[in-house]
Every structure is written in structure tokens, then in C-alpha cells.
């Protein structure tokens, strides 16, 4: 089965601080994707990597950057994290073909 | 630009009943694939059905299947014999065909929260 880790299932934080949101897929996926969830809103795309060290720009990259230096792993990185920042972020993987993404279990935010 | 849109924020069901959940898209291309993902109570985002524009056959898995109006842009998942476990929130997504710079981002709707009742 594919897995998607990512490494806290909650997360508080306060005004300010740099945070960061660690992602591990286990299945060689070349596309890493960092969603945001909020109520209302669904799931909007903050950023995306295509390849190691490649990103793109999603919907909301405003407030974020990202970094990939391996395969199986895209991080998130808030660098000054802000109370509008509180929220569920999800992590995916996809390859081609079917080109299905797959979820993390999401890591719920709390900037204080 | 692409928008998936789901009007139903909230939706009920009796346990062994049917259910619809609705969505609508708005997009340009004449090719693209279109799924339901369901997201559990602090659980996983899993993947539900998948249904490609080009094949005119409604997808199906299991009690799950797929009404797909191409010419409407419309795309509602039906859940028969409901079970407690299909509680959850169901999304619906977009993604245009692969190529160039596309990856296979995926677009969202805003989600329905599904309530099954003993």
C-alpha cells in the first residue's frame, strides 16, 4: 500500500515562529503536493513539486515556501507562521498513469 | 479557470438507504477526469471512484457509483445500502489531462459532510 507520513498530527505554534511541515511517500511518486483544508473552502493548492528540486505555485502560496532535496520527501515551511495560518494541511503523492493521489493523515495547525 | 462546486454542505442518510451527493464543474476542456474522494472522522482522504470525460460509461465500485452529465458538468456520487462506516466528508475534484506543465493537480469543491443514521 502506498503511504503518506507526515510528521505531526498536531501542531501549536506561535506568531512569528518558523514552522515546519515534513512529508515522507514510500511509493517513488514524482509529484509532492501541500494542500490547505479550512471549512467551507475544501482543499486549495499551496504548492506542488514535479521532481526533486523543482516546486510550482499552487492557488495560496502566499506565506509559504517548500523545499524537496529528495524524492520522497516535501516539506512546508512557514516562515513567519500568522494566527490566518491556522488550519489542516494535507499532504499527497501522485506518479503517472492513473496519476490517483494519495494522502497524508494531515497535520492540524494552531498559530497562538 | 476550472471551479468544482458542491451546493450541499451537509446531507443525511438511513442506514441500508441511497443517497446523491451533487457536484458541478465548470471547465473549458473537453478532456479531463473527475473524482470522489471521502475523508473520514480524523482519518485518511481515500479515493472513492474516478471517472475519465471521455468514457461515456458511469464509473462503479461496489455500492458506490457515478452519474455523469458531460454536456450538464455535472458529476453525483450515489451511495447505496448505506452503511455507518460511509460517514464522512466527500469531495469532489477535477484534474485536467496530463502535460506540459499540468502534474495532475487536482481542483476541489468545498466538500459534503455525510451523516449516516442507525
Known amino acids: 500500500d502506498v503511504k503518506v507520513t507526515q510528521s505531526s498530527r498536531y501542531l501549536v505554534k506561535r506568531t512569528g515562529e518558523k514552522v515546519f511541515l515534513e512529508c515522507v511517500q514510500d511509493?517513488?511518486?514524482?509529484?509532492m503536493f501541500w494542500y490547505r483544508q479550512d471549512p467551507g473552502l475544501g482543499l486549495r493548492l499551496i504548492y506542488f513539486s514535479y521532481d526533486v528540486k523543482m516546486k510550482e505555485k499552487g492557488d495560496i502560496p502566499e506565506g509559504y515556501s517548500v523545499s524537496r532535496e529528495k524524492k520522497e520527501r516535501f516539506s512546508l515551511i512557514l516562515e513567519s507562521a500568522s494566527t490566518n495560518q491556522t488550519s489542516m494541511y494535507l499532504c499527497a503523492s501522485s506518479t503517472g498513469g492513473k496519476n490517483i493521489q494519495y494522502f497524508g493523515a494531515g497535520t492540524r495547525l494552531s498559530v497562538l | 479557470a476550472q471551479t468544482v462546486t458542491q451546493s450541499q454542505p451537509e446531507m443525511s442518510v438511513q442506514e441500508a438507504e441511497t443517497v446523491t451527493l451533487s457536484c458541478t464543474y465548470d471547465?473549458?476542456?473537453?478532456?479531463?477526469?473527475l473524482f470522489w474522494y471521502k475523508q473520514p472522522p480524523s482519518r485518511q482522504m481515500i479515493l472513492v471512484i474516478r471517472q475519465e470525460a471521455y468514457k461515456q460509461q458511469n464509473a462503479t465500485e461496489n455500492r458506490f457509483s457515478v452519474n455523469f452529465q458531460k454536456a450538464a458538468k455535472s458529476f453525483s456520487l450515489k451511495i447505496s445500502d448505506s452503511q455507518l462506516g460511509d460517514a464522512a466528508m466527500y469531495f469532489c475534484a477535477y484534474r485536467s489531462p496530463l502535460g506540459g506543465s499540468n502534474t495532475g493537480k487536482l481542483i476541489f469543491g468545498q466538500g459534503t459532510t455525510l451523516q449516516v443514521k442507525p
Open positions: 471547465t473549458s476542456e473537453s478532456d479531463y477526469y
Open positions: 511509493m517513488d511518486h514524482e509529484n
